[in-house]
């Protein structure tokens, strides 16, 4: 038996996740900083790691999770001006990598507050929900030090 709405909001919230990683790897090619290219680098590692982990989710859910090349063609990404934006500097980049990882927290808070959503899905979801925050909480403090 399979959770169809579930296994939608969990495709959506891993799309997210994809975008976030994606994002993440262009910043770390483009900043010109060896802190800031490692710090994204273990970034998209982390988004990487939680998009595995929806992965498996939706499998245990008796769905089938979106793959890349979907999800890469979709026409509304967050991360996408990301490579236009930081061609100039760091600063760019962090406001960039900042802007997506607000939209994927505002994504896991409005698939918490769905009804719908399988209790063991809803776990996973809060498990890295408390990452998202402190990650945040680390690209703000990044924007204060390069101002």
């Given at each position: 038996?399979?959770?169809?709405?579930?296994?939608?909001i969990?495709?959506?919230?891993?799309?997210?996740?994809?975008?976030?990683?994606?994002?993440?790897?262009?910043?770390?090619?483009?900043?010109?900083?060896p802190?800031?290219?490692e710090?994204?680098s273990?970034?998209?590692a982390?988004?990487?790691?939680?998009?595995?982990?929806?992965?498996?989710?939706?499998?245990?859910?008796?769905g089938?999770s979106?793959?890349d090349?979907?999800?890469l063609?979709?026409?509304?990404?967050?991360?996408m001006?990301?490579s236009?934006?930081?061609?100039?500097?760091?600063?760019?980049?962090?406001g960039?990598?900042?802007t997506?990882?607000e939209?994927?927290r505002?994504?896991?808070?409005?698939a918490?507050?769905?009804?719908?959503?399988a209790?063991?899905?809803?776990?996973l979801?809060?498990?890295?929900q408390?990452?998202l925050r402190?990650?945040g909480?680390?690209?703000?403090?990044?924007?204060?030090?390069?101002d």
């Amino acid at each position: 038996m399979t959770d169809d709405k579930s296994i939608d909001i969990l495709n959506d919230i891993l799309e997210t996740l994809i975008d976030s990683t994606h994002g993440y790897e262009k910043a770390a090619e483009i900043a010109k900083r060896p802190t800031l290219q490692e710090f994204f680098s273990r970034r998209a590692a982390s988004r990487r790691t939680m998009a595995a982990a929806v992965r498996n989710e939706i499998t245990n859910l008796g769905g089938t999770s979106d793959n890349d090349g979907t999800i890469l063609a979709s026409a509304h990404r967050v991360f996408m001006g990301l490579s236009a934006a930081v061609q100039d500097n760091d600063e760019a980049a962090i406001g960039a990598v900042d802007t997506g990882e607000e939209h994927l927290r505002n994504k896991f808070e409005k698939a918490l507050d769905k009804e719908e959503l399988a209790a063991s899905a809803k776990a996973l979801l809060r498990n890295y929900q408390g990452e998202l925050r402190a990650d945040g909480r680390l690209i703000d403090h990044l924007e204060e030090a390069i101002d």
